[in-house]
């Protein structure tokens, strides 16, 4: 491990609470491309064709498309050692947090339970007309799209990724109970970990002025940093290799083996 790795290890091994703010870059290693690494394109579409509101309403068979694809991409990834290590994380810090932009299952999949995702679900639909979201185990079939039928709701209204496009609003109950954790944390030992985040489209959400609110110790975790002005600590490594060397240890010495 390096310094700056045995330092986190430390902090970790201390803390009573742990935040996670995580993006795309948790996902990296598993093989899911990140957003704006390649210019403003997901997955070589522009954002403004697949992620807005216009986009759908002036062609959503084109957006289906493209969140048809994506869903049918999810069984052939896996979860990281990133993915596992928060997933292990929630069992060992009370309070316990982990707020993902990512629209992917793998955090689930690791077993993260204390999750929010806030930028929605691949594995969600929500209808245009009633307003419904439903659970989407099974990808919208590409076939169906290229056909030109898309999925719709039992009321008939057409049915939509239940994701937050640019331009959206986000879920206010959601932001309650990121408040709701920097209440509890507040007079606890604190670590508070940006994961694999441009904050090119969060701006981070207020996450390190909540951190410092309480004065938690502020970890970014990212090969390219972000956050540096403000983190305590930056660690500039892909955060699966990462968190698999510190997390193992940090593991054990809570342990106390
Ligand atoms: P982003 O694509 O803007 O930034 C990714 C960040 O991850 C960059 O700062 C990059 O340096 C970093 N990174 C790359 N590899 C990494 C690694 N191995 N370990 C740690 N960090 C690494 O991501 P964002 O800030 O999450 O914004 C993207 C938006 O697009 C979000 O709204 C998200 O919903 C959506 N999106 C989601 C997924 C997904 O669900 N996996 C993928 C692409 C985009
Ligand atoms: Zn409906």
Redo the contacts with the bound molecule.
């Keep these: 491990m390096t310094p700056g790795e045995q330092t986190l290890a430390d902090w970790l091994v201390g803390a009573r609470a742990v935040f996670a703010f995580?993006?795309?870059?948790?996902?990296?290693?598993?093989g899911?491309?990140?957003?704006?690494?390649a210019g403003g394109l997901?997955?070589g579409r522009p954002?403004e064709e697949v992620?807005t509101p216009e986009g759908f309403r002036n062609d959503p068979q084109r957006v289906w498309r493209f969140y048809a694809d994506?869903m049918a991409s999810l069984p052939s990834v896996s979860p990281?050692p990133?993915h596992r290590a928060l997933a292990e994380m929630e069992e060992c810090y009370d309070p316990f947090l982990l707020v993902?932009?990512?629209?992917?299952d793998?955090h689930e999949r690791a077993g993260s339970r204390k999750l929010i995702k806030?930028?929605?679900s691949?594995m969600e639909t929500r209808c245009t007309a009633c307003g419904e979201v439903l659970p989407r185990p099974d990808p919208v079939s590409s076939a169906e799209v290229a056909a030109g039928r898309l999925p719709r709701c039992a009321c008939g209204g057409l049915l939509r990724p239940n994701?937050?496009w640019f331009g959206e609003y986000l879920d206010r109950r959601q932001f309650d109970r990121i408040y709701g954790f920097f209440r509890a944390a507040a007079h606890v030992p604190t670590v508070v970990l940006v994961?694999?985040?441009?904050?090119?489209?969060?701006g981070g959400y207020g996450v390190p002025e909540l951190a410092a609110q309480i004065g938690a110790r502020l970890v970014e975790?990212?090969?390219?940093?972000?956050f540096q002005e403000v983190a305590d600590l930056a660690l500039a490594?892909?955060?699966?290799?990462?968190l698999g060397r510190v997390w193992p240890e940090v593991r054990a010495r809570r342990a106390g083996d």
């Design positions: 995580c993006g795309a870059g948790v996902s990296a290693e598993s899911v491309p990140t957003f704006r690494g997901w997955e954002v992620a994506r990281n990133a993902t932009q990512n629209v992917d793998l806030i930028h929605g691949l994701v937050v994961i694999g985040t441009s904050g090119v489209v969060s975790i990212n090969p390219d940093p972000a490594a892909p955060a699966g290799e990462l």
